[in-house]
């Protein structure tokens, strides 16, 4: 709402001076001219008539004035209010569906509109990706058909970026009309919503209702509230994606991780257990017994691979390797390569102090070393593994050195997933992986982690 007399306070104390005194000089002018001669009691009743008359008209015309600035202080003070109300609800979402059907459920309770829709641009800016909607049942939205992807008044206010107000969309050259089904709308009012100078989505509110119920055309102060209230719906939205990305993200790593966990532990152990079983099986008739206790240790193994992937479906972390400490973990993978192989495996490991690697190091760098010793087993055609575990002046290093073929270049780029799980494995460490061909034959696995002296 607009004052139809933009008068300022100031102006209004100046014309209270000023208009009794020139009404007053007017009224002694015309008296003059009316009774020149004598004041009779004609002239003061004309006087007295006059000065009442005049007073009233100045004080209409005065209190009409502060009546109506004072409805437009009021209004302003309840519109700003809701803003903030509606502000203040949007941060406690953060599902995009629900951010944005809220903005535009607050958006057409602050303008007091009858309907009103949310388009949420592609990410290019040049059509509407979501559209939500308010004032509008579901069968209504049904009938209607597929959402607007922006023509019409809506490419418009799309393509312009700059806020609409029109009272009558039939009337205004740019509407291409309505669909089947669509409800009769006449005012509208849109708005562009902004995050960091880029168009992200709009605004569309229609028929604003007026006190008696009936449409009524949006006002400029409507049009600023709505713009503000855009400002403040652009944060929400934006927050609402990056959760929802963030979500996304998250899913994407934890299946990484259990893509890597299986790879590098529950694979491993089968395997492991396969080869078990085949020695077992050369040994029934030479070593009867031999092969018994190989197939009851492969028995116990498929148990904790059964109980590791129990584990996964609880979402638990698989337990080999859990609780161990790093030379006991690296003895057990040493003893595990010589029983299942015919590989001279050699172990040197000095003695680290308690609590120098976190568990969660510790897992991560027996998985690094499992890996490393599956690829000799497999690929490497070596006689020979040395692990050599070493406390130097501001690390732990891991070094693994096999005699056997060397890696290609065909091996670090096959795409499988044992190299890269390797390297994420060190980084999760904290640490950093090198591996390289050794300088005579075979390949170095070399993994740095870097501690604080105690």
Request: net charge negative.
């Amino acid at each position: 709402m607009t004052s139809r007399f933009n008068i300022s306070p100031r102006a209004l104390r100046w014309m209270a001076i000023i208009l009794p005194v020139l009404f007053w000089l007017g009224v002694l002018a015309v008296r003059s001219l009316l009774f020149p001669n004598s004041l009779t009691w004609q002239a003061a009743l004309f006087e007295l008539a006059a000065m009442a008359l005049g007073a009233t008209i100045f004080s209409y015309f005065v209190f009409h004035i502060v009546q109506e600035r004072e409805d437009e202080v009021q209004l302003r003070s309840k519109q700003l209010a809701a803003l903030h109300d509606a502000a203040v609800a949007l941060t406690t979402e953060l599902e995009l569906g629900t951010v944005l059907q809220k903005v535009v459920d607050l958006a057409h309770e602050l303008v007091k509109a009858r309907y009103g829709a949310l388009g949420v641009l592609e990410e290019d800016g040049k059509y509407i990706e979501q559209f939500v909607t308010v004032g509008i049942t579901p069968e209504q939205r049904a009938l209607m058909g597929p959402f607007p992807r922006g023509h019409g008044l809506l490419g418009a206010l799309i393509h312009d970026g700059k806020a609409i107000r029109i009272p009558n969309i039939a009337g205004d050259p740019r509407s291409i009309g309505f669909p089947p089904h669509h409800p009769h709308m006449t005012s509208l009012l849109g708005v562009p919503i902004r995050f960091k100078g880029r168009v992200i989505g709009d605004l569309y509110m229609t028929d604003k209702i007026a006190a008696d119920g009936t449409a009524n055309t949006f006002t400029a102060q409507d049009q600023e509230v709505l713009e503000m209230f855009a400002t403040q719906a652009a944060i929400a939205i934006e927050n609402a994606q990056l959760y929802r990305q963030k979500q996304q993200l998250a899913i994407l790593q934890e299946r990484e991780r259990f893509g890597m966990d299986l790879h590098d532990g529950i694979i491993q152990s089968i395997y492991a257990v396969g080869l078990q079983l085949e020695d077992a099986q050369s040994r029934i008739e030479a070593e009867p017994q031999s092969a018994q206790a190989r197939v009851h240790q492969a028995i116990l193994d498929l148990n904790d691979v059964i109980r590791d992937i129990r584990n996964y479906i609880l979402d638990l972390r698989p337990q080999r390797f859990q609780g161990r400490d790093l030379k006991r973990g690296l003895e057990e993978l040493a003893r595990d390569l010589r029983a299942n192989t015919f590989l001279d495996v050699n172990l040197t490991a000095d003695n680290l102090e308690p609590n120098l690697l976190s568990p969660e190091q510790t897992v991560e760098i027996l998985h690094v070393a499992q890996e490393a010793l599956t690829n000799v087993r497999k690929h490497a055609r070596a006689s020979q593994v040395e692990l050599d575990l070493v406390r130097d002046a501001d690390a732990v290093v891991l070094l693994i050195q096999d005699n056997g073929i060397g890696i290609t270049d065909a091996a670090s780029a096959d795409g499988g997933n044992g190299l890269p799980n390797m390297r994420e494995r060190a980084r999760a460490a904290g640490g950093d992986l090198c591996i390289e061909r050794g300088k005579e034959k075979g390949t170095s696995v070399i993994l740095k982690i870097p501690v604080c002296n105690p």
